[in-house]
């Protein structure tokens, strides 16, 4: 349920990752307000509003990962209404990446 004392804070997601081998990718966000995405600490992604009436917005970006160990990083904005984001990261032919998360 949505309540001013919620409304207009900002929330982070932190990921550490290794790769085997250097691979092109593709990220998927969907996402409901503003929304920052960082790849190995380059900004591959930034939208500075939320979109209208609290909707989900699907995005896809082609990225480029490396061999051993990436780093993801995403900020959220909440404003009012609903807050919420979506992300997985994709093979160039949309099959699942081989990954091994750090802690």
Not at 65 to 91: H, M, S, W, Y
Request: charged residues 25%; aromatic residues 10%; glycine residues 8%.
């Amino acid at each position: 349920q949505n309540h001013p004392r919620q409304d207009r804070s900002t929330a982070y997601a932190y990921a550490e990752f290794q790769l085997d081998r250097r691979l092109g990718a593709i990220l998927c966000l969907s996402r409901q307000n503003a929304t920052k995405v960082w790849i190995n600490g380059k900004e591959l992604f930034a939208a500075v509003d939320a979109p209208p009436c609290g909707r989900t917005v699907e995005e896809r970006f082609p990225i480029f990962l490396r061999q051993g160990k990436n780093t993801l990083l995403v900020k959220c904005a909440k404003e009012a209404g609903p807050f919420g984001f979506a992300l997985d990261i994709l093979g160039e032919r949309g099959e699942n990446v081989p990954m091994k998360w750090w802690r």
